[in-house]
């Protein structure tokens, strides 16, 4: 299985004295890895780094086997992996320019960046809300078109900070039946959350932040996750409380 | 109090027939203040959002020095111009003392302080998701500030009409570098301060009057865009 994103070594010091640790990470092609860890654990900070909207202080993130240390490498990673955050941003116009605004950078113009729209909205169940203005969203709508938007640039690796913390019941089914149609596309997907029960319900693989620090179980398939590779997770670790 | 009111009569009457001295005044006023506020933005906005998101040694340093140029009085900035301008100066031999160019200059000059820290505030108190966002779908950091400023783009346009209603209303660079020249570097208030001199109250009193109407749409204009 191809490995996309890969980190060695990665140390990343706050202010506060918080320090996130990544010994080692790969991120393969077409897999759902569910972030979990309390609040305050790093996983946003994680996704920011991975994102590379954040600057580690040393260690090393390979990209499709190519080191990420310079302005063109890390432009080259933002464009094909893409965050979602908790709490998006839309730009003050219609959900359509919202949606459009990266295929503009990518020069998809005219009729494929119309397509690009409107499948992507459809894929959040938001299809027709082209000319809506952005402010005007409810919270549930926001999210959706943030995801929309990143959906439409076709990325190798969605990164989802909580994407269901929130949600009310009508958004709720929708990311998380859309999550496991995602999985089909060769897509890879970190989605974080404190929320132990999602990993009941998608196939993921689990990844577990503590106090800054990493802990990856040894890498099982979905169908061995879920035939009991919960044995494989270290005793120490307990969900609970998350 | 006939004084006054003959006055007041006398110019309104001269804006009533749209008197010549009147309207040349008024038309350098406006062209001036819109060279030159144009010129200040190139300058301020972008050097406003490059202090607003830079992190650097002595950015402090530049930020008081920032405050302190929008303090400076408009005299000064003509008093420096001037020697920068004139025949002895180093930019003597362009030969712009004294014409609208210098005025523009001048006028640029104290603009572009106020225009680079109205971007800068406006910066400042941004939603800080905006540059993240823009990144994070592809966009290069030239492209994700163009993208911030378009969101901030009500803040950026009450930058630039602080500025026009600072240089429209000034008097000092005015009068220094163009010399109050009739119909070419008269401005509405060196015509005020010239003409009142002289005794023509009225005259100046109706440039008052458009000055005054100019400030009033001015400010009605910057609380529209500070609302949005």
Known sequence: MKTHLEVRDLRLRRENGFELRIDRLQLAEGQIYHLMGANGAGKSTLLHLLAQLVPADSGEILFNGQPVNGSAQI????????????????????VYHNIAFGLRLRNIKGAVQRQRVASALADVRLSGFEKRRARELSGGETR???????????????????????????????????????????????????????????PVIPLFLDRGELKQPKPVSHSQYHNGASALWPKHLSTQGI | MNYLLESLSSSLAMLLHLNTDVLNAVRVSLETSAASIILAALFGIPLGAIIGLARFRGRR??????????????????????GLFSRQGPLGPLGLLFTPWAMIVGQMVLATPIIANYTLATIAGADPRIL???????????????????ELRFGMMAAIIAGFGRVIAEVGV?????????GTTRTMTTAIALETSKGEFAFGLALGMVLMSIALVINLFLNLMQQR
Request: glycine share 6%; hydrophobic share 50%; proline share 5%.
């Open chain 2, 61 to 82: 340093l530049v930020l008081t020095l920032l405050n302190t140029l929008m303090a400076l009085p408009t005299v000064v900035i003509g008093l420096f111009l001037f």
């Open chain 1, 75 to 94: 432009q080259a990673l933002r464009r094909q992996v893409t965050l979602v955050e908790q709490s998006p941003f839309l730009f003050d116009s219609s």
């Open chain 2, 174 to 182: 005015a009068m220094m570098l163009g010399g109050n020249i009739r």
């Open chain 1, 144 to 202: 959706r078109v943030a995801l929309a938007r990143a959906l439409a640039l076709d990325p190798k690796i969605l990164l989802l900070d909580e994407p269901t913390a929130g949600l009310d019941a009508d958004t709720l089914p929708v990311f998380e039946t859309l999550m496991t149609q995602l999985a089909g596309r060769q897509l890879t997907l970190v989605l974080s959350s404190h929320d132990a029960q999602q990993s009941q319900r998608l």
């Open chain 2, 132 to 150: 993240p966002t823009a990144l994070t779908l592809g966009a290069s950091p030239a492209q994700g500030i163009w993208q911030l400023l378009l």
